[in-house]
């Protein structure tokens, strides 16, 4: 198996060197099948918790996009380099220094960042694909727009983050084991105009960590690709006249150093977090920011109530408004 994969990821690495790859012939296999059901606890999204964070704030936008380059450091921005991205920053609050939790995983670090909860709460321990597992038993970024009557979207590029939230909050799932390039080019063919929350998953960057290592040049190269993706990504929501009214949060679930990631390592847990969009005020972030604050400052943004037992905090600093509260991220 460690064989194909090497193949594949040499394969990816020679079309990176010279033009960008051409769509495929045929459409990708996508996923959407729903997990047997699980004993106890059943898989009911809770979407009603008794207290809230926050009261109910003013909406800054009517749409979300959250864009996740798995394995994505940010002193690879630079290095790859990724000139839109760049150019982004002059229009976003940002943070080059955000915290993942630990473990920095890519499962784990997924669910805290779309359910605003630490690893100790939400109870997601394993990294794979596990169906008996179920789902994660906790109020998430889905469950809470999926009950406003908004319709929520995931496109991802690994099987085992179907499990971060119940096919019933999820209204459009697809799993496209491909390029970051490929799985943009099926959502641009299949685009969800009436989305408000939109998740996206780029997984080629971790692929190439774990076979050359992080920061290598093959690693770069596909990170290189990933904004190209993105560029296409923001070309496609300018195009269709929503990008004024919409959210976009680009950050990482970890980094990495050497072959590997999972630890505590500052290489391993400091990741980009990038806002720009609706009401944003662009300026590179003075307050902390972690992971957790993803799913927070998504559901501030949409106007959204805060379950009181999310860890993670609205980056209030994002909007140009007054730090109310603090990130205060996960423990180690």
């Known amino acids: 198996m460690k064989r194909l994969v090497a193949c594949f990821c040499f394969l990816i690495v020679a079309c990176a060197q010279s033009a960008p790859p051409s769509p495929p012939t045929t459409k990708p296999a996508t996923q959407t099948a729903t997990l047997p059901p699980v004993s106890a606890p059943t898989a009911t999204p809770t979407v009603k918790p008794s207290a809230t964070l926050t009261t109910t704030p003013a909406p800054h936008a009517r749409r979300v996009v959250i864009l996740s380059i798995d394995g994505f450091r940010p002193d690879a921005i630079a290095l790859a380099p990724m000139p839109f991205?760049?150019?982004?920053?002059?229009?976003?609050?940002?943070?080059?220094?955000?915290?993942?939790?630990?473990?920095?995983?890519?499962?784990?670090?997924?669910?805290?960042m779309l359910s605003g909860q630490c690893p100790i709460k939400h109870k997601v321990d394993w990294n794979d694909y596990v169906p008996k597992n179920g789902y994660a038993q906790v109020t998430d970024l889905f469950d809470l727009v999926h009950a406003a009557g908004g319709q929520t979207v995931m496109y991802v590029g690994k099987e085992k983050l179907r499990q971060i939230s119940e096919p019933q909050s999820v209204d459009v799932f697809q799993f496209i084991n491909d390029r970051d390039l490929v799985i943009v080019a099926d959502l641009i063919?299949?685009?969800?105009?009436?989305?408000?929350?939109l998740f996206v998953h780029f997984p080629t960057a971790d692929w190439m960590g774990h076979v050359y290592g992080w920061l290598s040049w093959q690693q770069l190269s596909v990170l290189r690709r990933a904004d190209q993706a993105l560029e296409q990504l923001v070309a496609e929501l300018n195009q269709r006249g929503l990008l004024s009214e919409t959210l976009f949060i680009i950050s990482a679930d970890h980094g990495g150093h050497d072959q590997l990631h999972g630890s505590s390592l500052p290489e391993d847990k400091t990741i980009p977090w990038i806002a720009f969009g609706a009401d944003v005020r662009p300026a590179q972030l003075t307050s902390?920011?972690?992971?957790?604050?993803?799913?927070?400052?998504?559901?501030?943004?949409?106007?959204?109530?805060?379950?009181?037992?999310?860890?993670?905090?609205p980056i209030y600093e994002a909007f140009g408004l007054p730090v109310l509260k603090e990130s205060v991220g996960c423990p180690k």
């Open 189 to 197: 063919e299949n685009f969800p105009a009436d989305f408000r929350l």
């Open 288 to 313: 902390p920011v972690s992971t957790v604050d993803t799913a927070a400052t998504a559901a501030f943004a949409l106007g959204l109530d805060l379950p009181a037992e999310w860890d993670g905090v």
């Open 85 to 112: 991205l760049t150019s982004l920053l002059t229009q976003s609050a940002y943070s080059l220094s955000a915290q993942t939790v630990y473990p920095s995983v890519t499962l784990i670090s997924h669910v805290s």
